[in-house]
């Protein structure tokens, strides 16, 4: 998705706005990253002008916690969405799961309100769909979106379909009012997310509004999908017809802003909540490029993100920047442009991006890669250290799930978690970014990195205050039965009774 | 290494020149392509001033018979660059090799002498060492570089260094008068060879003579090696500082054109002769992006290249080509741009791209990936068949020889020779562009694509003449002991008597 910011900012006290695109592409999927078919000139020309980040991350290997990092600015461990009932599972936001977003966590857009901003999300919200979850009791002014994924379960009356609300009400469901074709992948849901985020940003430059728009749309989830007008358009199949037409309402949404004549006070961000699914591969996965594996998994493929910075005028046009970013940065920046500060009564992980993206500075930090309650790695320069190795297990493999499909790295894309605590797996991201050749433990390059690493996190794990784990229970009771306004569309559905239990995560 | 035609072209009647660089580097080793540390900024500079081809390709996955391509725009199998000493076997041309280009191939710098151009050759040769294969017995008026690949014997009497040659004579040898530190990496040869470049580009300018310049560096070979001022210089350790020397001498080439005022009579091309070689990952090998394997396969990351053509006010700035190119396509569009037609008493396999740099054109054409005297696979449009798979034997592998490290693709990344020849394996290289996942033989669009690829493979095998191998035989006494100049520098060795026999290639 994207999110636009318009505030007053430190910098020019007119109108201003900015954003971030946030959906499910991996590294390796735009032409500026190197993929072959080279078919995203929109977001060429975004980098172009903007800024590309080439080491950026997102907080985890799967979608809800690291949306809920962004919006939060905090690590999944401490926001609690993750998991506890196993050790180091990789867990979401189904239709069933008991939990959510707490009312404790300040989100990105309840700050931006009071410092007078409209807020509106479009897409995938992602962050829990019971009623105290709603993305509108959370800061946001306006919603067209979904609160879950659009997958299954495909127009089966025995479970409901997922939802698709404005603002406080379902308006319709998927398969049923909102269609997906999954024989041609057809759905014209990229076209309403566009349409919805071109008026939003035309009412509010009308209005003289600074907003937060967080555009968060899912064609390359899979089921993946495209408009008629983008099938069979790409050389990489479907999935490429998809990125095709974000790419091309990417380009929609930024000559809109440059010709409501708002470009030079947006700030726009793209990049990814977690890296390509390489399950879904060949026909509804994309590529992480040169990485290791993909999503679920802690290696650079789950993990790594594409990432442009846009704002003309202010970040220099061509810039190039090595900082070690992550989607939790965006919080800390974007509440910088609004002149805000970032709460100072929790930890908060983002850092401030501005001073890299307009000063071209580089600020030294780690990065964490967590899988549910466990820190598998970290990142300190060029270095990456493993403390858990996994995949994913025996069992799972065994049944074809595959997260590093032709990808086989001995002792390190283990199918048994493997932990490494005592001597960490040391790899140096510039010389091997595909995690192929671990150092030599007796190295002296090993002992120098890993003296650096292991201050860095021990401090790290001594001050860590878990956050209280979301999504731990499942409960069939609390799907999208009836979601408010449901009486109206005469979609209501009969809940069965309560029966709560523990959500089973075998990742 | 880069080569520059300079001609009386058929666009513009005055002073013209052109150019391909030719080297061991990957298709991902470039920012433009996709390299995580992006360290290529002159490359990508060229690449944004001229077009980028991202389905190029080389003729065979080893140095030798690629080279031999270039020059000659014909399949190793026809020009004689390979062997049959056993089935499918890459085959080069190392110190004890007793073949050669033969004297009934025709070189381009042959052909283009006729139209009145000065050519020279500033590197690795490659094309047999032996007298009757010297490069100024083949067209070329100047040369200043070695014969053979810069490896070995490393300064044991017992065996001769590779001579380093100015024109007929050699000066001096590798690792004697030519220093290559193997434990710093260090030496000086790019710097030697750029400004030779420099001179000779001065010198034709100034007599304005047209010329054809083949730079045929090697730093990025094992043993990897760059000046001081580049040591340490890179993310990616010694590899990557002698990518960014690379780097760093293509801009000085480019910009040297430009203030000399023939760029835009300059026709540049930047390529390499082979994938690179991820047996000598990670500190002196390279990166194909997200293909798979390396150099020794057939595989895209063995013979898919990086690959540039730069000729301002020409080529328009900032292309992109989906062409199906081939290093052979640089011999016909150098005769072309000289107003000069290519043999018609062979078979010919390069193509003129002029029409594609010049016009946009696309032009069908398929692309054979041979290894030895084998047709392993075949691409045609996006579809690429696998006739044969091989990696290397179990017992190569065994040895810790690994053309694939970190990948591994059951049934494709094969450790013995399989045949699929009534079978093909048939890979989607726009879906798939890393060859994991092979289309179902049932399948309509397996049908459908085999129909098509069967009857170019079948016309191709039908008018194949191969020609005589000239990979086949070795004996140490045909050594460089005694290169012509030895006696002035005493640096001449005993050659050992004779005893010719047959080469061993294990892979």
Known sequence: ??????????????????????????????????????????????????????????????????????????LPVRNGFYTTNAHARNAYTPQDIVGGIQDSELLLPELLKKAGYINKIIGKWHLGHRPQFHPLKHGFDEWFGSPNC????????????????????MIGRYYEDFKIDLKTGEANLTQLYLQEALDFISKQQAS?????????????????????QFLGTSQRGLYGDAVREIDDSVGKILRHLQQLGISENTFVFFTSDNGAALISAPKQGGSNGPFLC???????????????????G????????????????LFTT????????????????????????????LIDRPIFYYRGNEMMAVRVGLYKAHYWTWSN???????GTDFCPGQSVSGVTTHTQEEHTYLPLLFHLGRDPGEKFPLSFASEEYQRAMQQITGIVQQHKDTLVPGEPQLNVCDKAIMNWSPPGCEKLGKCLKAPESDPKKCSWPH
Chains 1, 2 share one sequence.
């Open 1 to 74: 998705g994207i999110c636009y910011v318009g505030s007053e900012t430190l910098w020019q006290r007119t109108f201003t706005s900015f954003g971030v695109l946030f959906l499910q592409m991996g590294w390796g999927d735009l032409g500026a990253f190197g993929e072959p078919s080279k078919e995203t000139p929109n977001l060429d020309q975004m980098a172009a002008e903007g800024m590309l980040f080439l080491d950026f991350y997102t907080a985890n290997p799967l979608c809800s916690p690291s949306r809920a990092a962004l919006l939060t600015g905090r």
């Open 150 to 169: 659009h997958f299954g379960p495909y127009d089966n009356r025995e479970l409901p379909n997922i939802p698709v609300y404005r603002d406080w009400e």
């Open 208 to 228: 003289q509004q600074p907003f937060f728009l967080y555009w968060a749309i899912d064609a390359t989830h899979a089921p993946v999908y495209a408009s008629k």
């Open 294 to 312: 993909g999503k679920q998994t802690t290696f650079e493929g789950g993990m790594r993100e594409p990432a442009i910075a846009w704002w003309p």
């Open 314 to 329: 202010h970040i220099p046009a061509g810039g190039v920047s090595h900082q070690l970013g992550n989607v939790m940065d």
């Open 334 to 361: 974007s509440l910088s442009l609004a002149g805000l500060q970032p709460p100072s009564d929790r930890q908060i992980d983002g850092i401030d991006l501005l001073p890299v993206m307009l000063q071209g500075k």
């Open 393 to 399: 297990s025996w069992e799972e493999y065994g049944k």
